[in-house]
């Protein structure tokens, strides 16, 4: 196609192009289209294919001009993004500025803006400085731990006493406000030492007994979700079922049950207090980064496109559907508990999606900078921890990575972690405070409600 093109950066990171199709271009697509349409066009008082031009035209120029400029459009799109330097967003659709139709004998002009990648500064993270705490594991730690093993391979069976603080409830109940039915559910399973239920009726309940009713009221501290907060409702509810959990014996037989490489209670320890060991270390590195990335994206410059944020606040709310097993309903639901819409939720997470954004796109920023490059060899020590099949040869199984999108996600992923780790290397790490892995968590559970 015989066309001439340029682009020009415009603000928050978009591009025009305006491109530039030979008339003759114009010419030849308008012909085509006007062949095509006296061939099989059927006009009142014209043989099929024998209505005149002249016809056609006077009645329907307007929409074949329409139908050429569309398929010129696209076709010069096509071609011109091919040789430009500055390529759209994946996700970002180019929109058309101040369209006009053509005119026959006329080189035929149109504009396209679109979003593009931004040019950003940070500053220099070499100078940044982070703090390490040092997490020691106690016994507590690997007590909890086995308490986590004990409870897993528990098992449930009818108690017909009262119940208790671990026990798991099954009740029917219907909560009214201000004499209104609010919310009913005829089969919900309490977990006594959980707080999971949304009116939080385990205090409720306990010493109850299977059968038993109970009506009461009941007020919720503004600090509740907005549904419940600040109101008080009128329950009435009844216990169906009482199940207990038994958990079994900490002897040797129980540690042969968690892993069988572990023939004794001792052993089964030794292994829990090293896993605890790596865990707190990553963890310790984890809160590092993080914090190098806090610091980063306050030095952040650039502009970044609309679309970028609707597309991460897009991402946030399908990890929630997938969490619910890709049931949207159920989705909808859990939002509604907490007066929140799909688009309302999307909406409240742009500070967030910003900040997920301006991160990846600093990682991206190192690994260009820093010549960050993943070879085979990368690629092959990555996998190796995966393969589970040894029949299979690694050249192999890279070369049916390499023949599908696999690959290039995984030599993404490295580049992500090499970046990281780069990062990590390079900052000045100060000597924090030593804590517990207790104490490490509750810190980094307050500064997460902080913010």
Same mark, same amino acid.
């Given at each position: ?53 002249? *016809? &056609? /035209? $006077? ?7 329409? =139908? #050429?400029?569309? @398929? !010129?459009?696209?076709?010069? +799109? %096509? ?23 053509? *005119? &026959? /004998? $006329? ?7 679109? =979003? #593009?990648?931004? @040019? !950003?500064?940070?500053?220099? +993270? %070499? ?26 391979? $528990? ?12 026990? !798991? ?283």
């Amino acid at each position: 196609m015989k066309l001439n093109y340029e682009t020009i950066e415009k603000e928050k990171s978009q591009v025009s192009l305006k491109i530039t199709v030979d008339k003759e271009e114009i010419k030849n697509e308008y012909e085509k289209l006007i062949s095509d349409v006296q061939d099989k066009a059927e006009i009142k008082g014209f043989r099929k294919g024998k209505v005149p031009r002249a *016809v &056609l /035209e $006077s009645k329907f120029k307007e929409g074949f001009l329409t =139908d #050429v400029a569309s @398929k !010129i459009i696209d076709n010069a +799109f %096509k071609e011109a993004i091919e040789k430009v330097d500055k390529k759209p967003i994946a996700y970002s659709m180019p929109k058309l500025e101040n369209f006009q139709l053509p *005119v &026959l /004998e $006329s080189d035929y002009t149109f504009e396209l803006i679109y =979003d #593009v990648f931004p @040019k !950003i500064k940070i500053g220099d +993270f %070499k100078k940044i400085e982070a703090e390490s705490n040092e997490i020691k594991i106690t016994d507590d730690d690997v007590k909890s731990e086995i308490e986590k093993y004990q409870k897993e391979f $528990s098992t449930i069976k009818p108690k017909e006493g009262s119940i208790g603080d671990n026990d !798991i409830v099954n009740i029917e109940y219907t909560v009214n406000h201000e004499g209104k039915e609010f919310y009913t559910n005829e089969n919900e399973y309490i977990y006594m030492d959980k707080k999971y239920d949304m009116f939080k009726l385990g205090e409720d309940i306990k010493g109850l007994k299977k059968g038993d009713e109970k009506e009461f009221s009941k007020t919720f501290s503004k600090d509740e979700i907005e549904k419940i907060a600040d109101k008080t409702f009128d329950i009435k509810l009844k216990i169906k079922e009482v199940k207990e959990e038994v958990k079994p014996e900490l002897n040797d037989d129980f540690a042969k049950q968690v892993n069988e490489k572990f023939d004794t209670m001792e052993k089964l320890k030794t292994n829990i207090r090293e896993q605890l060991a790596k865990y707190a270390e990553n963890l310790t590195k984890q809160k590092i980064v993080d914090e190098i990335f806090d610091k980063l994206c306050d030095t952040f410059e650039g502009e970044i496109p609309q679309s970028m944020i609707e597309e991460q606040k897009e991402l946030f709310y399908r990890n929630i559907v997938n969490n619910f097993g890709g049931n949207e309903k159920k989705v909808e639901q859990y939002l509604k508990m907490q007066n929140l819409t799909k688009e309302s939720y999307k909406n409240q997470m742009e500070e967030s999606a910003v900040k997920e954004i301006k991160r990846g796109l600093i990682i991206q920023d190192i690994i260009k900078t820093e010549n960050i490059n993943i070879s085979d060899d990368d690629v092959k020590e990555y996998i190796k921890p995966f393969i589970t099949d040894n029949s299979k040869n690694i050249d192999e199984i890279i070369d049916n990575y390499k023949k599908n999108r696999q690959y290039e996600m995984i030599k993404e992923e490295i580049e992500i972690k090499k970046a990281i780790d780069y990062i990590y290397n390079n900052v000045k790490i100060k000597k924090g405070k030593k804590l517990t892995l207790d104490e490490f968590n509750k810190q980094s559970d307050n500064k997460k409600k902080k913010k």
